[in-house]
Each structure stands twice: as C-alpha cells, then as structure tokens.
C-alpha cells in the first residue's frame, strides 16, 4: 500500500515536472515570438520593397523566433484557371521543400492542407502533428526529411481578400499554443498591412512616374508646337518683309521717276547747248545745281526706305498718328498713280494716342494692310464691283 502511494507521489510530481518545463518552453516560444513580432513591426516601417519586407520577415521568425524554416506564398489562378499557391519568399531550413508542395486552393487533395485551408477560411489553420494529421499526407515524407513536425498557415488579407498565406514550420508537435497563435496572427495582419503599404506607395509612385512623363511629354509637345508657330511667324515675318520691299521698290522707283527724268533732260539741254555754242558757265551752274538737287532727293530717299527696312532693336515710345502719316507719305505716290487717295482723320483725344513698342515693325504692319487694302481695290475695280 505505501509503495503504490508513493509511486503515485513519484507520477504526481514527474506531471508537475513535465508540466513546468512544458510551460517554460511555452514561455520561450511566446517571449521569442514577440521580440520577433516587435523586430518585424520595425521592419515595417522601414522596408520600401515588397519583395524585401517578405524576405526579411522569414528571416527575423527563423532566427528571432526560432523555427525550422518560414514562407510567404501568394494566391494566382493560372491561365489553364488552376487555383495554385506561389511561393514568394523563404528562410530557414528548406533544401527544396518548397518546390515539391505544389499546394492548391481549390478543393483537390493538395487544398485541404493548413496553407490552403488558411486562404479559402481567411483563418488560421495549423497542423499539431504532421505524423498523425492525415490531411498533410500529400507533405509529410518530404517534411519529416527536413525535421518538420508541426506547421501553422496565416491568411494574408488585404481590403478584405485573401492574397496569400504565411507560413511557419516548427520541430516539435504542438507547437502553437493558444496565445502565440494570437500574436502571430497580429504579425499576419501586420505584413497584410506593410504589403499594402508598400503597393499603395508603388501605385503612386507609378501614378507620379506616368504623370512626370505625361508633363515631360507634354513640355516637349509645347516646345514642339511653339517652335513649330516661331518658324510659322518668322515665315510669315520674312514674307511681309518681303512684301514690304516689293512696294519700297515700286514706290522708290514712283519717286525717282520724276528726278531721272529731269536729270535726263538736263543733260540733254546741255547736250543741244554745247552743239549750239550755247553753253555758258551760268547755264553749266544751274545744271549742276538741278542735277545735285535730283541726287540729293533720291539719296534722301534711300535713306528713308532704308530707315523703314531696318529692325527696331529696342522699344520706344511712339506716336501712332505720326507713323500711320510717315508711311502713307513714302508711299502716297505709289497709291496716287493708281488713283487711290488716303486720308488719315482723327479727333483730338486721338492725336496724344502714344504706344510703347517697335516703330518700324508697326509701320510694315501698317504697310501690309494698307498694301492689301490697295490690292483689293484694284480687284473690285477689274471686277466691275467699284
């Protein structure tokens, strides 16, 4: 009797033992899991790539937490519409593991494990003993070569869809208690919400990236488009300059019609006084004079047309009157032997009209129009219409 009461005391006390080591070791898994749990929220802050926060994620459960091997896998549905499990990252001890899972989120065989329960549920799904579990049949001879016992799969939920599972493989059956479920679930929650971070970010980036181009592209076409109307205007420009020495040629050659005239029948008095013995040194004076007069006109002249064609390089302050009557006065001889007459009225508020800008360039606008109305007239009157 008192050897079987104190065998009993023996098992009593070895429960208590066993207990307290199981809930030591608990501890240390909860206590590593949540200095991962705090590394990996650090990690979220700084990570800027999706592809690196996921990586460096398995790294922190593997080497932090202290499990066998880690990795994230995303949702696809393939172009033959198969509904499979592709893996994005991993750390820890996998040696091809990953590549013979070939898991699924449909409803075959290769679907019910913990990855693929986890993506259809949105919840987590966890093997306790991959021995004893018949749902990880289609796993458990490739994970028990790696010593594999026990696994949990976290669904990955972003805006409400799961996109993927994180999963996490430990050594030991039973792994994954109650409390250190919970807060890997949170770790879960809190790589959903870095992933979307970093995608919202890469979307707007992008949506920058497309606008910068659209505001270079557009740049380029307005420099395109304003160099293109430049060259259109400098065409244009070119061609009334070219307008205006038309009629400077035809009014130059109207106001040296007249002094070449005279200078050609002076000579040719002179010319009929020296045949007749009638040439004097007053008669030779006075066809000086005129013939001097004459030069002096037409040089006076050039001069004018001369001052007209040249560019203005600065801005003056300029009479409107006063250049409207200086072209028309260049050229009223031009317009009078077309039998055209041009009159310039205004009251006298009109009179003090002052503007700040090129004077020569407005005179040629000037020109132009009334060059073009000289033109039009001449129309009307072969059309019968004046």
């Known amino acids: 009797m008192m050897e079987k009461e104190q065998t009993n005391r023996v098992m009593l006390l070895y429960s208590k033992i066993k207990g307290l080591h199981r809930e030591k070791a608990e501890l240390k898994r909860l206590k590593r899991a949540l200095k991962a749990t705090n590394e990996i929220n650090r990690l979220l802050r700084s990570e800027r790539t999706e592809l690196n926060l996921m990586e460096n994620t398995c790294k922190i459960i593997v080497n932090t937490a202290k499990y066998r091997m880690c990795w994230i896998g995303f949702c696809k549905i393939t172009d033959a519409h198969e509904k499979i499990i592709v ?16 898991i699924r989120w449909d409803d075959t065989e290769r679907s019910h494990g913990p990855t693929g329960t986890a993506v259809k549920t949105g919840k987590p799904s966890i093997c306790r003993n991959m021995l004893k579990d018949k749902k990880y049949v289609p796993w458990r001879d490739e994970a028990i070569k790696r010593g594999y016992a026990s696994s949990i799969a976290l669904p990955l939920i972003i805006e409400g869809q799961v996109i993927g599972a994180f999963n996490i493989h430990a050594v030991e059956p039973n792994a994954f208690d109650k409390e250190e ?6 770790l879960a929650d809190d790589l959903s919400y870095g992933i979307s971070n970093i995608r919202t970010l890469c979307k707007k980036m992008e949506y920058e990236k497309e606008l910068l181009e659209m505001n270079i592209a557009l740049g380029r076409k307005v420099h395109e488009e304003t160099q293109k109307r430049r060259k259109q205007e400098h065409l244009l420009i070119h061609q009334s300059k070219m307008a205006s020495v038309g009629e400077l040629i035809s009014a130059i050659s109207h106001q040296w019609k007249q002094p070449l005239n005279g200078l050609s029948l002076t000579i040719q008095d002179m010319k009929d006084a020296f045949r007749y013995n009638e040439l004097t040194e007053e008669g030779i004076n006075k066809v000086i004079h005129d013939a ?23 801005k003056l302050e300029f009479s409107v009157r006063n250049a409207v009557e200086e072209i028309i006065s260049i050229f009223f ?20 009209y002052r503007v700040y800008g090129y004077p020569n360039e407005f005179k040629q606008v000037i020109l132009n129009i009334i060059s073009n109305s000289k033109d039009a007239i001449l129309n009307r009157r072969k059309s019968g219409l004046m």
């Open 292 to 314: 001097m007069d004459s030069i002096e006109f037409m040089a006076d002249t050039v001069d004018t047309f001369r001052e007209f064609l040249k560019p203005s390089k600065i």
């Open 181 to 186: 479920v919970s807060l890997l679930l949170e």
């Open 87 to 102: 893996p994005m990252a991993f750390y820890g001890y996998e040696d091809g593991y990953i590549d013979t899972t070939k």
């Open 333 to 352: 001889n031009l317009f009078k032997s077309s039998n055209i007459m041009i009159t310039v009225k205004s009251d006298d508020l009109h009179e003090a």
